[in-house]
Structures are given as C-alpha cells and as structure tokens.
C-alpha cells in the first residue's frame, strides 16, 4: 500500500531521482476442491523486480554507480535508465499473473449470478504484499470474491487470503452440514469440500501452518454448533461480520499460545505484527454483499439506459479523508486523545488504514507486546522477521485499531453489469468512475462521446487541440482482452492527455525493484461480469 506504515519506522528509506518520460494450482488441500481444468494466463514469465541484471536480459541497461545491502539486495544510487522496452516485453509483464475463469451459468443447485471474472496483479513490493482469492460456496450459495493489501510484509494478506473466505463459508453452512462436518473429522473420513477454488498457478498456501488453521476453523464450526441460534445458517452480511472479526481473534491467539515447531510459531508471529486490509464480496442470486475493512475498494459497473456508464461504490475507504470514520476512532478514546489518535493522516502517525487484520502493535497492550517479543528472542531471530520493540506514540488507550468490517447490501437490477474489487495501488492511479468506464467500453466495444458543449465552441485553438487529442484517447482499442490487465495498463501508463503513453508504461514496469516501491503500489483488480438475463427473470 501506498505509504501505508511510516518509513521511517517500519521500512528503510533513501532519496532518489528519477524522471518518468512521456510527452503528453496448487496441490489439493482439506476442504478445497478445484475445477478440472483450471485457467492458464497466456503468458508464463514471472517477472516480480527488476533488478539491473534482469533489466539487461529484456533490453534496457542501467548507468551509474551502484551498491549491494547487507542481504545482497541492489540498491541504486544513481540512475540513468535507457528504456528500450518492446510492446511484446511489456505485454509479457503486464499478463503474467492475469486470470480468466468463466462460470457455469448452472451449476447443478441453481443459477448462478456470476458469468465469469478476470483478475490480475502487478508488484511493486518484492515479494508482492498484495494477495487476492475467489471460490465457489459449495455447503451453500453464491460466490465469494476478495482483495487483500498486507503492509509491514505480506504474512498477513497470505494468512487472511487463505482462511477468510472458509470462515465466510462455514459460517453461512446450516447446522446439519456443519455436523457432517464434524462426523467425518471425528472418524477420520474424508471431509467434504467446503469451497471450489480458482487459484492461478503462481498462488501458494501456507502448508507448514494447515493443520494450525484447520484446527481453528474446526474450533469455529464447534462453536457454531453449539449456538442454539444456528439453524439453517447464518445470512451473507452476519456470515461475513462473524467471519472477519473471529479470524483477526484467531490470528491474535495464535501468536500468544505455544505451537509444535518454531517456524509454525514464527509465522504466527509475522501474520500478527504484520497487517492488512481487506474487502470481501458474495455475489448470490439475491445480490451483492460486500464487507470492508480499510481502503481497498469495490465499485459496481453500471449501464445507463443511454448506453453511458456510472460506478455505485459499494464500499467507503477507512482511511482519515473519511470523516465519518475519524469520529468513530476519536469516540473511542478519551478527548485528551482527539487530538494524537490521527496525526499527518495515519493513527498514531504510524498506520495509514484505519481497520485492519492483525496489526497487534495497534491491538494489544505494551505489557503483551513486550512479553510476547522477549519470549522469542530466545528461539528467533527477531530480525529475520523484520520485528523488534516497538511502541507507537500516544500508545495510552489501546487498541486503537479494529477489523469490524463495514457491510453494505445491493439488490441486483438489469443494469448492473460487473463489479470491480481492487486494492488502494488501483485507486492510487484511477478513480472509479474513470475505472467503470474503462471496463464498460471494454466489455461493449463502444466508446461515448459527449456532445462539444456551448462553451466547448468558444475554445481558443490550442485547447481545442487539447479537448480532441482527449477525446481521440477515449477512443483508442484495448490491448487487452482481460479487462483487469486493461485496468492496470491504463492505470500506468495514462498520459497527459488520457492517451496510453508507451514510455512511460515501459518506464514504470522497468523501474529496479528498490525504487519501483517509490514509484507505484501493489496493485490488484478483479472484474466480476454479472448474469443480467437473472436480475431481469427476477423482476418480472
């Protein structure tokens, strides 16, 4: 995430300057079952970070004076970057990660409100912090959907990734499948799988830590089960609500208690003191459900009858330019606090987010925090995993932050045509209207044009040469058939006048990995296209 934890406390710093040109799957797993044939992007090339030697192999050189960090790490100093990178290099890069996975229309329990989705990422962390999921409920109905940003490191969204979408699921699943469940791990039989997921194939799991997460989602349905209230299962929204804040309390346990090894423990450890954001969507036949908890974003597409298109945000950023929010913080510390809970926009100065999985340093008290590092010390290299003794200022009243995600509900009509879900390295670079719009003329092949208004007319010659070289960048084809590489080529590479500016895409995707983090974000984007023809059947 853009800026997200101050530098100076969780991440090294240096200055640079550099001019940026342009003129105008995984193994089956307990629980999971996959389909039989999975998507495979066009491409296979897995290009993370540029480093000068990588950058020699795909046709630019790097000048000047260069230094290696102690981990053998290239860190520039001086930069003179000769981009000679070729569309097909560039393609290469953009399409590496991309997926497409279309959906069954029936899929043996009923019709299904998604056709199909296309979702793709970019690093600009090495390794990427984004992370990113998608499966099918198969104990109940519907699909889920999320994004997932970590800051402090990538162990927190890999974690949440990976077991947020089961808690969903379990939670939604009524009593007599949840006691199914519970038979076959009793008597060691095979369990039946809770999620059909698509993963693409450069996706992995936290395998030395499975049966840690099994155990705990076991603890969840146990629960569950023992709630007079459960019945048929608990709705999207109180399914979603439930599932965010048990897996934040269960990730908080994990690193507390005592586990079987040490790298089991030290990865408890990392998801914990590392953080992020996420938003999570079910789409059903009876709509869209979509919890948030921090700044990534969920936007649906939706057609006008005119043919135009407008973005309905279904989510808010919790971020300090939400006023709402601000106050929600500030009222839950003493007025002594107004003032010091967010300070240059980041609570506590620190942490840009204001909701959040695992971020124990905002959660816990100093006294835990201490007890915890000091037990470690012993048995790990602190170090290694990129944790030390730490207090945020102004630590008086904790927590100070919380993962209670923000739930919002939309019936699905005729012309709500796809969602978007990204993470903030998206939003970073486009606003959702202009996002909508990019994937609307992209799924029609039609590019609107306003009408040149009155005052339009009265333009000097310069800038109406400005107002067509615009209008002309509206019109240009995709390059693309993955509307969420579409989204991120244009989110990198938009020039000044909306044209796709070849240098500096190309000089934006050959940036070396220590100075592209400066530069851009992660960035992450699903585009869920929905069945129209159901939300039609449904209204008449």
């Not at 586990?259 to 036949?285: E, P, R, W, Y």
């Not at 809970?341 to 905002?362: H, I, K, Y």
């Not at 037990?375 to 790990?380: H, R, T």
């Not at 730490?390 to 630590?395: A, C, D, G, S, W």
Request: net charge negative; glycine share 6%.
């Amino acid at each position: 995430m853009s800026g997200r934890v101050c530098a100076s406390i969780f991440q090294r710093a240096s200055s640079y300057t550099l001019t940026l040109p342009c003129s105008a799957s995984s193994q089956f797993t307990l629980f999971e079952a996959f389909p039989s044939s999975q998507p495979r992007p066009a491409h296979h090339h897995h290009f993370s970070s540029w480093g000068a030697s990588r950058a020699e192999q795909l046709g630019f050189s790097i000048h000047g004076s260069a230094n290696c960090s102690q981990s053998g790490r290239h860190l520039s100093t001086r930069q003179d970057i000769d981009f000679q990178l070729n569309q097909v290099q560039i393609n290469s890069i953009l399409r590496s990660n991309e997926q497409t996975v279309s959906v069954p229309e029936f899929d043996g329990r009923g019709l299904s409100a998604v056709r199909k989705f296309e979702s793709n990422q970019l690093a600009a962390n090495t390794p990427n912090e984004d992370r990113r999921s998608a499966a099918t409920c198969l104990q109940s109905k519907g699909m889920l959907f999320g994004v997932f940003d970590g800051h402090g490191g990538w162990a927190c969204a890999q974690a949440v990734s990976e077991r947020l979408l089961y808690y969903t699921a379990v939670a939604m699943m009524p009593k007599q499948s949840l006691e199914e469940l519970e038979k076959c791990m009793e008597h060691g039989r095979p369990v039946p799988p809770i999620l059909q997921w698509y993963k693409h194939h450069a996706d992995f799991n936290y395998r030395e830590s499975a049966s840690l997460y099994i155990d705990h989602l076991r603890v969840f349905w146990q629960n569950l089960l023992d709630s007079e209230e459960h019945g048929e299962g608990m709705s999207p929204p109180d399914a979603l609500d439930r599932a965010f804040k048990r897996l934040d309390a269960d990730i908080s346990l994990e690193a507390q208690v005592p586990l079987s090894n040490d790298l089991m423990k030290s990865t408890a450890i990392q998801v914990a003191f590392a953080g992020c954001t996420a938003s999570v969507a079910h789409v059903g036949t009876e709509g869209i459900h979509v919890a948030n908890a921090g700044d990534c974003r969920v936007v649906l597409g939706v057609q006008e009858e005119d043919g135009s298109w407008s973005a309905l945000p279904l989510s808010q950023d919790h971020n300090s330019q939400n006023e709402a929010e601000m106050e929600r913080i500030r009222a839950q510390h003493p007025p002594s606090e107004r003032d010091t809970v967010v300070t240059d926009d980041r609570l506590l100065g620190v942490l840009m987010p204001l909701r959040a999985f695992g971020d124990v340093r905002f959660k816990w008290s100093h006294e835990l925090q201490q007890s915890i590092l000091a037990g470690l010390e012993s048995g790990v290299d602190l170090d290694s995993l990129n944790l030390y003794q730490y207090t945020p200022p102004n630590y008086l009243t904790p927590p100070y932050l919380d993962v209670a995600p923000e739930l919002t509900y939309h019936k699905l009509r005729p012309k709500d045509r796809f969602l978007i879900l990204g993470t903030d390295g998206l939003w970073d670079e486009l606003g959702s209207e202009e996002a909508v719009r990019l994937v609307g003329e992209h799924l029609s092949g039609i590019h609107l044009q306003a009408p040149v208004s009155p005052s339009e007319r009265q333009l000097k010659l310069g800038q109406m040469h400005e107002l067509l070289l615009k209008r002309r960048a509206r019109a240009s084809p995709a390059l693309d058939t993955n509307a969420a590489t579409h989204l991120i080529r244009r989110a990198l590479g938009t020039g000044e006048y909306g044209e796709l500016c070849q240098e500096r895409l190309a000089s934006m995707l050959a940036l070396p990995e220590d100075l592209a983090r400066m530069y851009r974000d992660d960035i992450t984007a699903t585009v869920v296209y929905l069945n129209s023809n159901l939300a039609r059947a449904q209204r008449s």
